[in-house]
């Protein structure tokens, strides 16, 4: 079976892994080069405990707040408002206690397989840079911490949390198994202890262990060379511009470089999947989060595992050489 998968992002790439993986023929469609879009930069954290839906209960009120600061985790653009208007208001009617229920035991399931497919990866010699890591999480305020730690035991309730047991020092590959509990609060001498990095005015940590921290460049790089050494038919800087059906099939997608005939197709175009899917007539109601990140490269002071400064919603990656540091979520339209 010949799949077309648009877009050579970590969704795409890894689709493709798969799919070839279980027999079918795979073939990649990047408009740009693989792993440029938002695999590029993002912070690398595969921490299924904090994979809670974004819709909560009072999230509304708590992001008008937000677009206050002048240092808020949140911007919405306001001249995008007009357009966004219809998927913010849907956005607004999942943010309810039921609603929030079914989204995290959606996300429990998809979670299910998450770090079992990552070690699967890694065993298949996929090059990438990959650590075993317990996230640090670090607050000034009793409440933030609170609210955070209501979040994860929400995750570890549905099972997101608590699907591996492994665990095992901070920022170590993956490699031993032993059993660590899903989180675990710190106090102030703790946190600092954990991170002397920290500068002072944090009183209250968790910690969350039995996760993993990876470059995703590195995984993107490593997914690309595995699929091209397996003979995988790459397309890059070519563009997927739509679709020709028959009956509710696709059977060709229409490129830049021309037609090309496919049994099925996978949207994995990242922030453009919405408006492709509306292309091949099956609209998904989706509009894309902006996250920015710089790269340390060489930092003279490295941080002991990844790292989460609450309210400011900033988050740290120590990689090999380099040191990451991730936030803000723009909606710009
Ligand atoms: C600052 C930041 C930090 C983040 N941190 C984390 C994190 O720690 N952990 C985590 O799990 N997630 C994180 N994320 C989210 C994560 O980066 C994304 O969910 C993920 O990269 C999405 O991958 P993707 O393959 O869907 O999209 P992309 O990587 O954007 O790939 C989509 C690809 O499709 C191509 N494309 C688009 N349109 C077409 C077309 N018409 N034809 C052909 N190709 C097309 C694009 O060129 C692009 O290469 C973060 C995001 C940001 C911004």
């Given at each position: ?176 198994s032993t059993t660590h509990p899903p989180w675990r609060e710190l106090d102030e001498a703790e946190l600092y202890e954990r ?133 803000t979520m723009a909606i710009s339209g």
């Amino acid at each position: 079976m010949r799949v077309g998968i648009v877009g050579g992002g970590v969704i795409g790439l890894s689709t493709a892994y798969y799919l070839r993986k279980l027999g079918a023929n795979p073939v990649i469609i990047e408009s740009s080069t693989l792993g440029s879009g938002c695999s590029l930069g993002n912070a690398g954290w595969v921490f299924p405990s904090l994979a809670t839906p974004l819709p909560a209960p009072g999230l509304t009120l708590k992001s008008l707040l937000w677009l206050l600061r002048r240092d808020s985790p949140l911007y919405i653009r306001p001249a995008a408002l007009p357009v966004l208007a219809p998927w913010l208001m849907r956005f607004r009617s999942f943010c309810n206690h039921a609603d929030q229920q079914r989204g995290i035991a959606a996300l429990a399931a998809l979670n299910a397989a998450t770090m079992e497919r990552y070690d699967e990866l890694a065993a298949d010699g996929v090059q990438f840079e990959y650590y075993q890591s317990a996230l640090l999480m670090a607050f000034r305020d009793a409440d933030l911490a609170a609210a955070e730690q209501k979040e994860v035991k929400l995750a570890a309730a549905s099972g997101i949390a608590n699907g591996n047991p492994v665990g095992g020092a901070p920022g170590a590959p993956p490699g031993a198994s032993t059993t660590h509990p899903p989180w675990r609060e710190l106090d102030e001498a703790e946190l600092y202890e954990r991170e002397p990095m920290l500068r002072p005015g944090f009183r209250f940590g968790l910690s969350l262990g039995q996760d993993r921290h990876l470059r995703p460049e590195s995984l993107t790089g490593g997914l690309g060379s595995s699929l091209r050494a397996g003979g995988v038919e790459i397309h890059q800087r070519v563009k997927a511009a739509g679709f020709r059906t028959e009956g509710h099939r696709v059977a060709a997608i229409v490129t830049s470089s021309g037609d090309m005939e496919v049994d099925a197709v996978v949207l994995a175009a990242g922030a453009h999947t919405g408006a492709l899917s509306r292309m091949a007539g099956w609209p998904i109601p989706l509009t894309a989060g902006k996250g920015y990140s710089i790269t340390i490269e060489q930092p003279a002071n490295q941080l002991r595992q990844p790292l989460y400064l609450g309210g400011v919603k900033i988050g740290l990656s120590p990689f090999n050489g380099a040191l990451r540091i991730a936030g803000t979520m723009a909606i710009s339209g």
